[in-house]
Antibody
Framework: EVQLVESGGGVVQPGGSLRLSCAAS????????MHWVRQAPGKGLEWVSL????????YYADSVKGRFTISRDNSKNSLFLQMNSLRVEDTALYYC??????????????WGQGTLVAVSS | EIVMTQSPATLSVSPGERATLSCRAS??????LAWYQQKPGQAPRLLIY???TRATGIPARFSGSGSGTEFTLTISSLQSEDFAVYYC??????????FGQGTKLEIK
């Protein structure tokens, strides 16, 4: 059974940093691209970042480019999102998401339950 | 950036009836479109990809159609568990993998 378990969310002041983690199991982690997708309270889905199977290719939404960094450790079946210079508008539930394919240009077939990030003074 | 527009924003349908949800893209997607279902307090679930291919375990009452810029999700006979928010997503033009704003399917 595929499982994606996020952690690392919390309350942080504007300008602060957080590091989100996602522990993956139930599939061959290094065969697949992974994503972070977020959902602000009561709002729709926003794709945040993509990393391909070996970490060699990454992409970011314009709204987070230069502030967020996605990475993965295939030896530990883990995905990360380093979030710096956080803004109030980054407040959201952050989902760890598995891609159907290895390069990332595909739909998302499994989602974690999310970790909540709240940016507030 | 591709803009995805879903209509209607809210759809009220009685159980047992058919529901038709629409998604329009600002540029051609070929058939690179997916549909997701999200119930309150839950993560989204993949329903359809490739515009018309059901994901694993998705009941046959869910069907997708369309290509280019116009797409439709049809639920043939609504069950109580189908009332949720539905999102379309394009994956033809990366980045980003743009989502529509969602259609809330509610009980009439």
């Amino acid at each position: 059974e595929v499982q994606l378990v996020e952690s690392g969310g919390g309350v942080v002041q504007p300008g602060g940093s957080l590091r989100l983690s996602c522990a993956a199991s139930g599939f061959t982690f290094d065969d697949y691209a992974m994503h972070w997708v977020r959902q602000a309270p009561g709002k729709g889905l926003e794709w945040v970042s993509l990393i391909n199977w070996n970490g060699g290719t990454t992409y970011y939404a314009d709204s987070v480019k230069g502030r967020f960094t996605i990475s993965r450790d295939n030896s530990k079946n883990s995905l990360f999102l380093q979030m710096n210079s956080l803004r109030v508008e980054d407040t959201a539930l952050y989902y760890c998401v598995k891609d159907i394919g290895s390069s990332g240009w595909s739909p998302f077939d499994y989602w974690g339950q999310g970790t909540l990030v709240a940016v507030s003074s | 950036e591709i803009v995805m527009t879903q209509s209607p924003a809210t759809l009220s349908v009685s159980p047992g009836e058919r529901a038709t949800l629409s998604c329009r893209a600002s540029q051609s997607l070929n058939s690179n479109l997916a549909w997701y279902q999200q119930k309150p307090g839950q993560a989204p679930r993949l329903l359809i990809y490739g515009a018309s291919t059901r994901a694993t375990g998705i009941p046959a009452r869910f069907s997708g159609s369309g290509s280019g810029t116009e797409f439709t999700l049809t639920i043939s006979s609504l069950q109580s568990e189908d009332f949720a928010v539905y999102y379309c997503q394009q994956y033809n033009h990366w980045p980003p993998g743009t989502f529509g704003q969602g259609t809330k399917l509610e009980i009439k």
